[in-house]
């Protein structure tokens, strides 16, 4: 038996892959460039940990996000996160692509279980997300590693509910 047929759950319309920035299309390079322009302005205050991220809307805008830390964690909020609501309090509400950079440097810096439900809400169909390493103040080359993976993929199965029109 199928699982997707079962369960109604979605199948990952991306197959995840590891690409040279210098391949990606003009449109992709322009989301990593957003989420890398706003990696900057990260409040990191405790951990120093920049990230980046930025979500292209089905009507072509880009909303761009950094994580901003707080004293207490709990209300800190992640680059996604911040992202998405910046474009969600404009009234946009559907998501076509993302990019989330971050430097570690043994590992890419995929989003938490938190954002990767948050963007789930946001994407009605599975949606590519760019992942790629970004240290402050050092330029994208074009043999730099993007992991290009779906929301599908890094959220299998994740949690839907019933949405009235």
Excluded at 89 to 108: I, K, P, T
Excluded at 124 to 138: A, H
């Amino acid at each position: 038996m199928d699982i997707y047929q079962v369960t109604g759950l979605k199948k990952p319309e991306y197959v995840e892959h590891i690409e040279k920035y210098g391949d990606l299309d003009e449109p992709t390079k322009e989301l990593i460039q957003a989420a890398i322009a706003v990696q900057k302005h990260a409040y990191v205050q405790y951990s120093n940990f920049y990230v980046g991220a930025a979500f292209r809307t089905k009507d072509n805008r880009i909303f761009a996000g950094c994580n901003i830390e707080n004293a207490s964690f709990t209300p800190t909020s992640c680059a996604e996160r911040t992202a998405i609501s910046k474009a969600v309090s404009e009234g946009y509400l559907e998501f076509v692509a993302g990019a989330v950079v971050a430097y570690q440097e043994n590992s890419f810096t995929t989003p938490c279980g938190v954002c990767r439900q948050f963007i789930m809400e946001f994407a009605p169909n599975d949606i590519p997300l760019f992942i790629t390493k970004s240290q402050i103040n050092v330029e994208k080359s074009d043999e730099d590693l993007v992991l290009s993976t779906s929301i599908y993929n890094l959220l299998p199965h994740g949690f839907r509910t019933y949405k009235k029109n």
